[in-house]
């Protein structure tokens, strides 16, 4: 009886000492407090010594946008999240750009030069908050797993606000890319007409081993296990539920992939393979020299032509 107490004890600390880990893991990758998010929008431009480079611009940009007129709106998420966005436009009538940003970003920050961008290419912009940052509600970033059907509810919504002829092209940058590339493989209505994914990733598995491997210096068979247990136990979704390399298969609209070749967050062969599986209509655009986020400030011109070219 006594070795079934000890085997007993053991167990239970064992068992306390998973939770304890799996905790540290959501709150590392997963959560993002309020706190947080209110100190995210006072930065407007993201952090990193290879954006510095680019402040100008991208202070240019932000100042530009406040310029301009928008107009707010609210929709609720399929669990029950209040979620933000802005709309604005230039062309009545014209194709609308639903535009995502990326991990603990904000539309505001990583998606300012976005509207520019729709503009000259001759279309409108509704940039959203995602999930668990901006003004949006929540505290649980999914990598794209609950965020592609955020995206389902903002076409919905789209369809519904601007009519049924409305004319609507999804895309996103880094984590915002992955969750159009997730989001292109659902049933998508006609009225989406096309797809960009800047420097998105294949999965979240493979981004999160990554991060473990090159930057915590761990090795990801053994951590990761704990972070997509930590997914499950305390954000309430599986982060293997669907990934851009699965969902990309079932595309059927035109898909432009767009990635900095000297990104070392997230891979320009993370692109290629999806440009690779993606059937249809598709085209990989990749910028030499361009860091994680900046094909455009660096390209410019020439991304946009390349959008201009493709999409006719």
């Known amino acids: 009886m006594e070795v079934f107490w000890w085997i007993l004890g053991i167990a239970g600390l064992l068992i306390l000492a998973v939770l304890g880990v799996t905790y540290v893991c959501f709150r590392m990758a997963f959560y993002i407090s309020d706190k947080e998010k209110r100190e995210n929008a006072l930065r407007i431009v993201p952090p990193g010594k290879e954006y510095e480079p680019f402040h100008d611009m991208m202070y240019g940009w932000q100042n530009e946008v406040k310029t301009f007129s928008y107009e707010s709106f609210t929709i609720k998420s399929f669990d029950g999240l209040t979620l933000k966005g ?9 194709p609308i750009e639903l535009m995502f940003h990326g991990y603990r970003g904000n539309a505001h920050r990583d998606l300012c030069g976005g509207i520019q961008r729709s503009f000259a290419c001759g279309r409108n912009a509704l940039l959203v908050d995602q999930r668990a940052s901006g003004d949006s509600d929540g505290n649980v970033i999914s990598f794209g797993i609950n965020e592609r059907k955020d995206c389902l509810s903002w076409i919905t919504f789209m369809l519904a606000h601007f009519g049924q002829d409305v004319k609507i092209i999804i895309t996103g940058i880094s984590m ?6 997730m989001a292109s493989g659902e049933a998508l209505p006609p009225n989406v007409i096309g797809a960009l994914s800047d420097c998105g990733y ?23 296990p704990f972070v997509r247990l930590a997914a499950r136990l305390y954000g309430g979704f599986d982060l293997e539920e669907t990934d851009s390399l699965r969902a990309l298969p079932n595309c059927r609209v035109p898909f432009v992939f767009v990635h900095g070749e000297s990104d070392n967050f997230v891979p320009c062969d993370m692109s290629r393979k999806m440009y690779e599986i993606c059937p249809g209509q598709k085209m990989l655009y990749t910028v030499p020299g361009a860091g994680h986020g900046l094909a455009y400030p660096v390209a410019g011109e020439k991304y946009i032509e390349a959008l201009k070219h493709f999409f006719g």
Do not use: N, Q, R, W
């Open 86 to 94: 802005k709309y604005y436009e230039k062309f009545p009538g014209a």
């Open 176 to 181: 915002g890319g992955a969750t159009v590339a």
């Open 202 to 224: 294949t999965s979240p598995k493979e981004i999160i081993c990554k991060v473990i491997k090159e930057d915590m210096k761990l090795p990801p068979k053994v951590a990761y």
